[in-house]
């Protein structure tokens, strides 16, 4: 068995998500980037090669990564590029992006032989979360006025437009596209490509995926545009696992056990976000909070339901940690970092990378 703490990346269910997301491909025409800033385990890029068109990025090492690990088309965005990165930036990248028209304006020179973007803010999202609502008050992603951005259309051929965060709606998508439609209209039909974005949960369960490619197409034709998805979450979604031990058992006015993982360090977001991990059935009639082993207080993965009493050298699956998990993970405390394993087609287990001392040591300076 391999040791734990470790995240297990099932291909088995990895495929299912695939499979919808090159069904949409073939419906819809719209190309498809995996969003390196959710997931950007490089071990199953030429898995997810054959499925998807490429990656998109959010920094100089994020699009480097998906140039060199994953190839086909490689977009380039972030909120500013700084003087002493740009140049690497464009050698790398098929598409860049630019987060303002001073970033465009500012870069026009080193930027000139590139396709280049701007990323249009419509004031809507699909956020009910402050922290990750890209439309907030005065957010700072993407311009918003029509009349700015005309003035610089002859530098850019496309848009990237996100505003849907974890949207398993199709009628909000259908509807927020219809707004963005209404206002950028003008912009839009002089463009040749436009990226909608990730945030749209359209590998979940039931979602209308021949409705939301029929949408997406009539989107592309209306405006005669290449339409791009930036699907993170929606790539990944359900296919790995956090796997924990029992260290230590207490009673403290609840059962509690604590493992050998920390949320803080492995499942950030979900503390970020005030989120409960799970855990599947997640039913029987022994219940236990299940805590992290850093000193944090609140590290605490949350309260579930095992059939069989838990003992010091169990081992427990969190579910559904691919997304903005590894790419968060950290080093606080000192804790463990989890290795990283895959389950191949044929039920197979390979760990393909184990952290050590040295990584810690080699982390700090």
Known sequence: MIQTPYYLIDKSKLLQNMEKIATLRELSGAKALLALKCFATWSVFDF????MDGTTSSS???VRLGHERFGKET??????YADYEIDEVVSHADKIIFNSIGQLTRF????????????LNPGVSSSSFDLADPARPFSRLGEWDLKKVEPVMDMISGFMIH?????GDFDLFDRMLGEIEQKFGPLLKKADWVSLGGGIHFTGENYPLEKFAERLKRFSGEFGVQVYLEPGEASITKSTTLEVTVLDKLYNGKDLVVVDSSIEAHLLDLLIYRESAKVHPNQGPHRYQVCGKSCLAGDIFGEFNFEQELNIGDRISLQDTAGYTMVKKNWFNGVQMPAIAIRELDGSLRTVREFDYTDYETSLS
């Open 48 to 51: 997810m090669r054959d499925y």
């Open 60 to 62: 100089l090492n994020e």
């Open 75 to 80: 977009h380039a965005y972030s909120v500013a």
């Open 163 to 167: 505003n849907n965060c974890e949207n």
């Open 108 to 119: 026009e020179k080193q930027s000139s032989g590139s396709i280049r973007g701007l990323r």
